[in-house]
């Protein structure tokens, strides 16, 4: 009596694609955990915290490639953000309104699109990474508007 013939071994059958497909996305998605897991967190703009009953000024400070800088102080009030304090020192253009407002011209200057100039602004030295809209001042903050190429 002879053995009945066994199945071809595993590596001759043809890998299932959608199993491939499958494992190539989960490590994708692992790798991406460990990059987010391992990130070095980046530390909001600093402020000075205000003490009780405390009032002051933001200064707000214009830059332009072809101009000299000019600087405006306003009075700073709880919840000021730097679009309103923007808005309320010199002649601006918005897109939007609240913590999505988009600043689109600044005394008369406009965006120039993804290849050209556009206004961005940092708070205290660390450039923005929300909108002019959702970021809160503290007394004696200071905002730089310029308008440059996209970094």
Known sequence: MTAPASPPPAAAQPFNPRLRLALALGGVLIGLLIFQATRTPT???????????????????????????????????????????????????????G?????????????????GLNWQFEVNGEYATRSAGAVELRPGDSVLWKLAPYE
């Open 43 to 97: 530390a909001p703009p600093a402020r000075s915290e205000p003490l009780p009953g405390q009032s002051g000024t933001v200064t707000l400070l214009f830059r332009l490639p072809d101009a000299e800088p000019t600087m405006a102080k306003i009075p700073w009030a709880e919840g000021l953000t730097v679009a309103e304090a923007t808005a309320g020192a010199v002649d601006t253009e918005w897109q939007g309104e």
């Open 99 to 115: 913590a999505m407002a988009m600043l689109t011209s600044l005394r008369g200057r406009p965006n120039e699109g993804a290849s």
